[in-house]
Structure formats: C-alpha cells, structure tokens
C-alpha cells in the first residue's frame, strides 16, 4: 500500500514538471515567435496588437476602435504633412476593433517607451469615458507576463489571477489568432479601402444615460497628462457617424472641458451636417473609403489651422 501511495505522488510529481516545463517552454516559444511577427506586415488584429504593443515608432499615431481603423486615411495624413512640413511622417493606425480608452491609454504609454511620436490623434466617442471596458483584455492577456505597461493594465482592471503567472493560459484565447497571423496574404486596412454604402437610414441621437468610470477618468487625465509631459502633440478626435452624439452626455462634457482645461484640442465632427450622406458609410457607425478619404482632408485641414500658426511639428 505504501509502494502504491509513492508511485501515485512520483507520477503527480512527474506530470506537473512537465506542465511546467510546457509552461515555461510555450512562454519562451511565444515571446520569440512575437518578436519573428513584428517583422512581418502586421496581418490581422492579433499581429497588429502585438506590433501597436511593442515595435511600431511611428511619427504620427493613431488610437482608437473601429471608427478608428475605418475613418482615418494614413496616405491622406502623410501627402498633408509632406505639403505642409515637408518633412517625411510615418504614420501607423494602432486602432484595434472593439477597445475602448484603456486600451488608448496603455497603447501610448507602450509607444512613449520606445519613440516620441510628433502627433497622437486619438479617436473617440460621446461615451468614451462611459463605457465598461472589460471587452479590452482578451487580445492583451498574451503580454502579462511580457509586457510591464500591460501587465500594469491588467492589474488595474483586476484582470490578474493566479492563472495569468501561466504563459499557457495567458495565450489561450489568442493563440490561434497570433499563429495564423504568420500566413495572412495581406496588410491592407481591407475596412478603410470598402466602397459599400449604407441603405438610406433615419438619423437620431441616441440618448446616453451611462455614468462615468472613475478608472476612465483617471486613465484619459493621465493619457492627456503623459501626452504634454512628452510634448506629443494630442488631438482628441471625435469622427462622423450617422448616430448623431449626445452632447448633453456627462461623459461628452467631461471630454470637451477638460480639454479646454488642458489645452488640448478637441476636435468634434459627430454632428456635422457635411458628413450625414449614406454615400460615405459602410454602416451607420463607420465609414467607407469615400467617407474617410473626405474625412481625413478636412481632418489636416483643421489641424494644420490649429497649429499652423502656433507650433512647428518637431
């Protein structure tokens, strides 16, 4: 009876080396396999985190969800600078599909590690500072334990566990994203160049009865704060829809008055007229090509107005 007691802890013993060593081993195998991504085109979202988290040194950034992806023209942001600065910008879309302002936030500190990008646009919305971000986390939970700014992220948010010490568990749910990343065909923003219009659709303001988060408070002051400690030149973008925004929002008003108090610019396009044409919507929240290529020109046109007499891009 004895024997059998040891034999059973010997091969409890034995399978939990090998969990660890598989642990250990999917940890070491996935930080490298990340590092050979970044090098590649950024092919789909799970490549596009992982580059947005921990290579992209572009000039001008660009934060935000999927009005993020869809609205903003990066060729239209280079051509705009080039004539205006003429100075050669390099421009990358961090957006990622379904985040919200934690994501923003963390998304440049782990920007501000590696360069000082001259201009941030960070898109956003009227309940941006609303809206429960527990929809975040599952492309980020791979980087707890790679990551200090994400693993920050997480710990604020209480998204870390005794599971997430896992490097196996941390990759469970973005695995099979990141491995496919390594065989997709193309780069392309394939939501930026759709030409699908919307069928004709009634415009209304949606009414929105969300309190504000004291996390988002706390994360939007101290992303507009790391944006002036850096000298980044912010811009708090709110983009077209044909959801006309509530202004009256607790969460609208807090964006625009604090950053008049900051002076940063706050640069609002949810409720212009010139943009509530189906013929520049996919849907009623994100445009087409035609509807961000419009977009995007008025966009550096009002930048370039803003600034164009007060700073020059560094």
């Given at each position: 009876?004895?024997?059998?007691?040891?034999?059973?802890?010997?091969?409890?013993a034995i399978l939990l080396a090998i969990l660890v060593a598989m642990d250990v081993t999917m940890g070491w195998?996935?930080?490298?396999?990340?590092?050979?991504?970044?090098?590649?085109?950024?092919?789909?979202?799970?490549?596009?985190?992982?580059?947005?988290?921990?290579?992209?040194?572009?000039?001008?950034?660009?934060?935000?969800?999927?009005?993020?992806?869809?609205?903003?023209?990066?060729?239209?942001?280079?051509?705009?600078?080039?004539?205006?600065?003429?100075?050669?910008?390099?421009?990358?879309?961090?957006?990622?599909?379904?985040?919200?302002?934690?994501?923003?936030?963390?998304?440049?500190?782990?920007?501000?590690?590696?360069?000082?990008?001259?201009?941030?646009?960070?898109?956003?919305?009227?309940?941006?500072?609303?809206?429960?971000?527990?929809?975040?986390?599952?492309?980020?939970?791979?980087?707890?334990?790679?990551?200090?700014?994400i693993k920050e992220m997480l710990k604020s948010h209480n998204q870390l566990t005794f599971m997430t010490k896992?490097?196996?568990?941390?990759?469970?749910?973005?695995?099979?994203?990141?491995?496919?990343?390594?065989?997709?065909?193309?780069?392309?923003?394939?939501?930026?160049?759709?030409?699908?219009?919307?069928?004709?659709?009634?415009?209304?303001?949606?009414?929105?009865?969300?309190?504000?988060?004291?996390?988002?408070?706390?994360?939007?002051?101290?992303?507009?704060?790391?944006?002036?400690?850096?000298?980044?030149?912010?811009?708090?973008?709110?983009?077209?829809?044909?959801?006309?925004?509530?202004?009256?929002?607790?969460?609208?008003?807090?964006?625009?008055?604090?950053?008049?108090?900051?002076?940063?610019?706050?640069?609002?396009?949810?409720?212009?007229?010139?943009?509530?044409?189906?013929?520049?919507?996919?849907?009623?929240?994100?445009?087409?090509?035609?509807?961000?290529?419009?977009?995007?020109?008025?966009?550096?046109?009002?930048?370039?107005?803003?600034?164009?007499?007060?700073?020059?891009?560094?």
């Open positions: 009876m004895k024997n059998g007691y040891i034999k059973v802890l010997v091969n409890v195998a996935g930080e490298k396999y990340m590092r050979w991504l970044n090098k590649k085109p950024r092919n789909g979202d799970a490549a596009l985190v992982n580059y947005s988290l921990n290579a992209a040194v572009p000039d001008v950034a660009i934060l935000g969800s999927s009005t993020a992806i869809c609205h903003y023209d990066p060729d239209i942001i280079h051509d705009s600078l080039w004539a205006w600065q003429k100075k050669d910008y390099s421009v990358f879309n961090m957006g990622i599909s379904n985040q919200r302002l934690t994501y923003d936030y963390y998304g440049l500190k782990c920007l501000l590690d590696r360069t000082t990008p001259s201009i941030v646009i960070a898109d956003v919305w009227a309940t941006y500072i609303g809206n429960d971000p527990s929809l975040s986390f599952y492309a980020f939970m791979p980087y707890a334990n790679i990551n200090p700014n896992s490097n196996l568990y941390c990759f469970n749910t973005e695995i099979i994203k990141l491995a496919l990343s390594a065989f997709k065909s193309s780069g392309e923003n394939v939501y930026l160049k759709s030409k699908v219009e919307i069928k004709e659709v009634i415009k209304q303001t949606e009414k929105d009865t969300t309190s504000l988060l004291p996390l988002s408070i706390e994360e939007f002051d101290a992303m507009i704060a790391l944006a002036k400690d850096r000298d980044v030149k912010l811009f708090v973008v709110m983009s077209p829809t044909l959801r006309s925004s509530d202004t009256t929002s607790l969460s609208y008003r807090y964006i625009k008055e604090k950053c008049a108090t900051e002076n940063v610019p706050f640069l609002d396009y949810s409720n212009d007229e010139k943009y509530y044409q189906t013929h520049y919507f996919r849907d009623r929240t994100h445009m087409n090509y035609y509807g961000a290529e419009l977009f995007t020109k008025d966009l550096m046109k009002d930048i370039k107005k803003h600034y164009a007499m007060r700073i020059k891009l560094g």
